[in-house]
């Protein structure tokens, strides 16, 4: 794992913890919103929209990736 990047530590309900960088929680984030796009459910507003997006771009410009 790079050193110099930030970890996020998960843990679930079976008490077991891993880490990912926040480069993998970016990818991660980007998949969850790519696929919340193209299924587009009934519950997804515009505001939920609005906020994913939101938080998928300033999480990428924090990391300096690729849009």
């Known amino acids: 794992m790079n050193a110099s990047r930030p970890v996020v530590r998960v843990s679930s309900c079976?008490?077991?913890?891993?880490?990912?960088?926040l480069e993998q929680v970016a990818h991660a984030l980007a998949r969850l919103y790519q696929r919340?796009?193209?299924?587009?459910?009934?519950?997804?507003?515009?505001?939920?929209?609005?906020i994913a997006g939101a938080a998928l771009h300033?999480?990428?410009?924090h990391l300096k990736l690729p849009k």
Do not use: F, G, I, K
Not at 14 to 21: I, Y
Not at 36 to 50: G, N
């Open 14 to 21: 079976s008490d077991s913890t891993s880490e990912l960088n």
């Open 36 to 50: 919340l796009e193209e299924y587009a459910p009934s519950w997804y507003t515009q505001e939920d929209r609005e």
């Open 58 to 61: 300033a999480l990428r410009s």
